[in-house]
């Protein structure tokens, strides 16, 4: 599934009359740039929670609509006419016209990654009370987190079989709980 173009109406930074982002050109690479305030955090998110939509996983969409418009606002996305999706595009707002909540779109959103710069300072920043980065943490718990091991039975997550091996390795250790009583 592809992403053919992006509307944006009055979400964040977007406001009046919809942004639109044409990225039907085939074989083109898609670099991000901007000064500080121009949207790129907005379309980031807009992105974000559509697909987080479609899962249940659902943000109030008036909660981030542009304050200063009273107009309805909305994130829609347009696919390639070559995919499964028997709607043109889909759209995650307060009344969406096309809802999020369709299977390949669903799919798309358990195996999608969303990395902010916070993830990828991650790779590379050494916390105080660490001794080495731990790219494994970020791996399982961010990139592969809502892949599905289809080898597993029943088919699960990496992220629900890593915890499952972290509960046997590290099971939590009872503590006593000492209680200072002053005299």
């Not at 009359?17 to 898609?30: A, H, I, T």
């Not at 299977?103 to 993830?119: C, G, H, M, N, Q």
């Amino acid at each position: 599934m592809k992403i053919a173009k992006i509307e944006i109406k009055n979400f964040k930074v977007f406001r009046g009359e919809p942004y639109v982002f044409d990225l039907s050109q085939k074989g083109l690479n898609l670099i991000l740039y901007g000064e500080n305030g121009s949207g790129k955090t907005s379309l980031y998110k807009a992105l974000e929670y559509f697909f987080e939509s479609s899962e249940g996983d659902f943000r109030n969409f008036a909660t981030y609509q542009n304050r200063f418009d009273k107009d309805n606002g909305y994130v829609r996305l347009h696919f390639t006419s070559d995919t499964n999706l028997p709607e043109e595009y889909y759209e995650w707002s307060e009344n969406p016209q096309n809802d999020t909540r369709v299977e390949p779109i669903i799919d798309a959103s358990r195996t999608k990654v969303f990395l902010d710069y916070k993830d990828l300072l991650k790779t590379n920043y050494l916390h105080a009370s660490e001794k080495s980065v731990d790219v494994y943490d970020l791996l399982v718990k961010t990139l592969l987190k809502n892949i599905i091991n289809v080898e597993s039975r029943p088919p699960r997550s990496f992220a629900e079989q890593w915890q499952d091996i972290s509960d046997i390795i590290f099971p939590e250790q009872e503590t006593e709980q000492v209680v200072d009583i002053p005299q």
